[in-house]
């Protein structure tokens, strides 16, 4: 088989990339070692940047997100048992658009199998070579048979612990990583959210957040021990914990129910550099890994595809090589403002087991500062609602 690209994962952003070559006339194939409802099953968080959204625009999918998305011009922050929002809006005429990531995979998968684009799903044993060549290939094995791509270019869009990064070699290669001594235990219910945009929150007893899928699916996170496994929170427990969490006049309007899924996530912040080696480029968690707090997990991946797709589109259309040669320094530059963002965020508004009073001291002047300074308040406005590709 030959192909002009290969894209390594079948998630967001491999698809994306996938759509956006396909609609310039670039051969992609998608190599997924899952299958579509496995991907599709896995649950996600669902703020959007602009940025996110005019690529999906661009990539011609976004019909669906623009008909069902929620636009959520601010957030609130919640502090012990005050309250205040950041109306992004007001501060800086820009929102965030709210559609779950399950939906905006769908889409793409929607789109890739309307277009006829090569996808296989269930591929094992997948193998990125000659990346420092002229002539990279990848082999793989599916339907029990192994098989081999001669392509122009690899992207790795294949996650945290996918193959992509490893396949660069550690002389190479710098890893930068943050473990957060804490998780997030999240659940799914099937009732109306408790406010109509995002409660951050920073209690005593630690970081708690009330989101939202739908007018009728809520999302909601609490701040958990790594010790700790899903089966060991019922759902009462959750609920209990979740409104000693929140401000009391939010507590008490908070409609509970069953949860219909409950998972526990690891926070950590990551980048490995650089993100491209030979014909091969990283994209997305295959390069990068933040803290939910900012909402930053797929808007980063945004700017990678962003930046490769137009490089790639230079070197076939233009014959010029200078997208591509300054792609990780580009996508580079974005992912440790963002990587700060999601640090900030995390760090203003979790408990950290080694906290000491004066640490304690320092988080509370921090909130407090963000509350009464409107330029403190356009400055998280500006980094949430997305910088600049
Ligand atoms: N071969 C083929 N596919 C692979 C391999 C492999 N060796 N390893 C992993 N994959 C697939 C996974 O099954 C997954 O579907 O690559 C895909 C990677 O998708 P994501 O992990 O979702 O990463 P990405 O597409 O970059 O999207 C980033 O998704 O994980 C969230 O929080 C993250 O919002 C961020 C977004
Ligand atoms: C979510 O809705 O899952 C979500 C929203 C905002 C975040 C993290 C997760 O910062």
């Known amino acids: 088989m030959r192909s002009q690209v290969v894209i390594v994962g079948g998630g967001p952003s491999g698809l994306l990339l996938g759509q956006l070559l396909h ?8 190599l997924e070692r899952k299958t579509r409802d496995y991907v599709l099953g896995r649950i996600r968080a669902g703020i959007l940047e602009t940025g996110f959204v005019n690529l999906m625009r661009e990539a011609g999918v976004a019909e669906r997100l623009d008909r069902e998305c929620f636009i959520h011009e601010g957030t609130q922050i919640a502090d012990g048992n005050e309250m205040f929002s950041v109306n992004f809006q007001e501060l800086i005429g820009e929102s965030v658009v709210l559609y779950g990531q399950t939906e905006v995979t769908r889409d793409l998968y929607d789109a890739r199998e309307a277009a006829g684009a090569r996808t296989i799903f269930n591929v094992d044993d997948v193998e990125i070579c000659g990346a420092d060549t002229e002539a ?3 082999t793989f094995t599916a339907g029990g048979q192994s098989h081999r791509i001669d392509c122009d270019f ?3 869009c294949d996650g945290f612990h996918g193959v992509s990064r490893q396949t660069i070699p550690l002389t190479v290669r710098k890893e930068y990583e943050k473990v957060y001594p804490f998780g997030w235990l999240g659940i799914l ?3 109306p959210p408790v406010d109509d945009e995002l409660i951050y929150a920073n209690s005593e007893r630690g970081f708690a957040l009330c989101s ?4 009728n699916l809520s999302r909601y996170y609490i701040q958990c021990s790594l010790s700790d496994r899903p089966e060991d929170w019922s759902d009462a427990a959750f609920w209990d914990e979740l409104k000693r969490r929140i401000p009391e006049h939010v507590a008490d309007k908070l409609v509970t129910g069953p949860s219909i899924e409950k998972s526990i996530a690891p926070l950590r912040s990551f980048v490995t550099e650089p993100m ?3 014909r091969l480029f990283l994209c997305g968690d295959a390069a990068h890994i933040v803290p939910p707090t900012g909402a930053k997990g797929l808007n980063t991946a945004a700017s990678d595809i962003h930046y490769l797709y137009h490089g790639l589109m230079q070197f076939y259309e233009d014959k010029d090589s200078e997208g591509i040669d300054r792609y990780s320094e580009k996508a580079l530059a974005r992912i440790w403002k963002a990587e700060r963002f999601s640090w900030w965020m995390t760090t203003l508004l979790h408990r950290f087991p080694e906290m000491t009073e004066f640490d304690l001291k320092m ?4 909130i407090a500062f963000l509350r009464d300074n409107v330029d403190a308040q356009r400055v ?3 980094n949430y609602v997305g910088l600049p590709f």
């Not at 609609?23 to 998608?30: I, L, T």
């Not at 939202?212 to 007018?215: C, G, V």
């Not at 988080?363 to 921090?366: E, H």
């Open 23 to 30: 609609r310039r006339g670039v051969d992609a194939v998608v």
């Open 136 to 138: 990279p290939f990848v």
């Open 154 to 156: 690899v992207a790795g």
């Open 189 to 191: 219910s099937e009732t």
């Open 212 to 215: 939202m899928r739908n007018a």
């Open 276 to 278: 491209r080696w030979g």
């Open 363 to 366: 988080q509370q002047a921090d």
């Open 380 to 382: 998280m406005a500006t």
